[in-house]
């Protein structure tokens, strides 16, 4: 169901990193008939993990792609999607990812993980919480590793404002309707945050300080 985005309309690209950067789809925007109007976004489109955070690895890496990254050690703590991304475009980028998460990373996902390459760091908690990632950045520290901080990093609700949540404007205005309720999952806050800006919603982002304080404490002050 992968639906390519680029090249000259024949899918030929020249290169991996020529391919990989065309390799993103609008995530289609589906109206759900039989419960009136309430409209879904498809974000299992993305082609890595299946999931949004295909898009938030994409925000979180864009300022590193322009150096080099080859060779150079990226830890990341995930539950898992953030995981599948990364380790997929390591192979691309040639960065080596280690991979934090917890005793509940579901054993397909660690072998996924392993079979990409990345190495697996399963450490005995029930959550990624702030001692949890602040621990990731330590080691990072230690390691001279680069840490993208999904948690903490406001690229991450960056992105969802300028791409994900222009993008679902843009859909809503192509059938002439304007949302008035967001409902999202809440893992970093990030997308949920983003996205709700573009929209012009506050609720969302009152829903969201519940999870994710610091994330959005962040965010609003910098978009003040
Ligand atoms: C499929 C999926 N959707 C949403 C989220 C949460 O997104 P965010 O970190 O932007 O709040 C996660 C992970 O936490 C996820 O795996």
């Not at 020529?18 to 609008?26: E, G, K, R, V």
């Not at 990364?86 to 040639?94: I, K, M, P, R, T």
């Not at 001279?144 to 994900?164: M, R, S």
């Amino acid at each position: 169901m992968l639906v390519f985005a680029g090249s000259d309309g024949n899918n030929v690209f020249p290169s991996v990193v020529d391919f990989i950067s065309s390799f993103y789809p609008t995530p289609p925007l589906v109206r759900l008939d039989r419960f009136g109007d309430v409209w879904a976004k498809l974000e299992f489109f993305n082609p890595l993990s299946r999931s949004i955070k295909d898009r938030t690895v994409q925000f979180l890496l864009r300022k590193y792609l322009s150096n080099d990254l080859r060779d150079r050690l990226v830890f990341e703590a995930s539950s898992g999607n953030v995981a599948i991304s990364l380790a997929a475009l390591a192979n691309v980028y040639g960065f080596k990812y280690r991979a934090y998460t917890t005793k509940h990373l579901p054993e397909a996902t660690e072998v996924l993980l392993k079979v990409l390459g990345a190495e697996v760091v399963r450490v005995d908690r029930d959550v990624i919480d702030e001692e949890f990632w602040r621990w990731v950045n330590e080691e990072a520290v230690r390691s001279g590793a680069i840490n993208l901080n999904q948690f903490e990093n406001v690229d991450n609700p960056e992105g969802h404002y300028y791409v994900t949540g222009e993008e679902i404007v843009r859909q809503f205005r192509s059938v002439g309707k304007v949302p008035r309720v967001l409902i999202a999952g809440i893992g970093t806050g990030g997308h949920i945050t983003g996205i709700a800006r573009s929209l012009g919603m506050s609720l969302a982002v009152f829903m969201s300080l519940v999870l994710s304080l610091r994330q959005v404490v962040q965010y609003l002050a910098l978009s003040a």
